[in-house]
Structure formats: structure tokens, C-alpha cells
């Protein structure tokens, strides 16, 4: 392995590692946008382009080859894994309110769609298998964070906004 090391972005890197970085940059750019299009417009690529060289830079550093794996195929899970933390630590509502929201929202589909009625708490409470106390609470919790961001000035657009991210995330 060459043994002259560069430094890119306060990581230093072998040539070897380096070349791989160059090589794979357009990757970055390619996943970025794959992500843009299920994103809303006040996410910015850029950031997820910075997001995804960042775990690029990281999977160069750390790569092992004698894994057995090839080195693309980790740098693509570095990189979207990069991307979604940075999707994930801009987020508005914490992961537990957002898992309890998709869980009380597909339950609640579910069951209309199964008795041909809007659900009673109670079956929905029943259907989640909490009690209805804390049904209420775990809906509470939700739609005040919910709520809270809505409410909070933000664009009207934000509603559909959090729909698309919430679409990402759940990844």
C-alpha cells in the first residue's frame, strides 16, 4: 500500500484511500439525489452531498479488505448511513414520537379499513396492544410534538414536508 498520506476534510488518508475517495465522489452526488427526490424542498443537497463525503471519507479510513467485501458496496452503506443521521439529527420530532405516530397512523388504517368505520380508542388501544391509557398518552405525546412544530410559524408546506421525510426515515 502506498504510504504517502493526504489530508481531506481533517481525515488523513493513504493515497490508496485517497484515490478510492476520488473514484467513489460521484456516488455521493448519485445517492444525494436519489434522497432529494423523496425529500422536502427545505432539505438541501448540499448538505447531503457534505453528509455523504464525510462517510465516504470514513469508509475509506476504514475499510478492510480482507472482509471479504468490496469496497463500493460498504462505502454505499457509509454514505447513506451518513445521510440519514444527518436527515435524522434535523428532524423536528424525536425517533420514539415519530415510531409511535407511524404505529397509531398504520393501525389506525388498518383497523378502517378492516371494519369499514373510523376505530373506537379502545380497539385501537387493543390493536396495539398498550392499554388505553397509554394509547392516549402515546397519542398525546405525538400530536403535541406534532402539533408543536406546526404551530411553531413554520410554512404550511411543513405538513406535507414531514410526510416525505417521514417516508425517508422509516428506511
Not at 51 to 78: P, V
Not at 101 to 124: D, H
Not at 145 to 166: C, F, H, I, P, T
Amino acid at each position: 500500500m502506498n504510504q504517502r498520506r493526504q489530508t481531506l476534510a481533517g481525515t488523513t488518508l493513504t493515497a490508496d484511500q485517497s484515490k478510492l475517495v476520488q473514484q467513489m465522489a460521484p456516488l455521493v452526488k448519485r445517492i444525494a439525489y436519489h434522497f432529494m427526490a423523496r425529500l422536502p424542498a427545505s432539505v438541501q443537497v448540499e448538505d447531503l452531498i457534505q453528509a455523504g463525503l464525510m462517510g465516504l471519507l470514513d469508509a475509506a479510513k476504514n475499510f478492510d479488505d480482507t472482509q471479504g467485501a468490496q469496497f463500493e458496496t460498504y462505502a454505499i452503506q457509509r454514505i447513506r448511513g451518513s445521510m440519514l443521521d444527518e436527515l435524522r439529527g434535523a428532524d423536528w420530532l424525536p425517533r420514539n414520537v415519530r415510531k409511535n405516530l407511524r404505529r397509531i397512523e398504520a393501525t389506525m388504517a388498518s383497523l378502517e379499513q378492516r371494519l369499514g368505520r373510523a376505530p373506537k380508542e379502545q380497539e385501537l388501544a387493543d390493536e396495539l396492544g398498550v392499554g388505553l391509557d397509554q394509547y392516549q398518552t402515546m397519542l398525546l405525546e405525538s400530536t403535541e410534538a406534532r402539533d408543536g412544530v406546526l404551530a411553531s410559524g413554520m410554512e404550511s408546506g411543513v405538513a406535507r414536508s414531514y410526510e416525505r421525510l417521514d417516508e425517508v426515515l422509516s428506511q
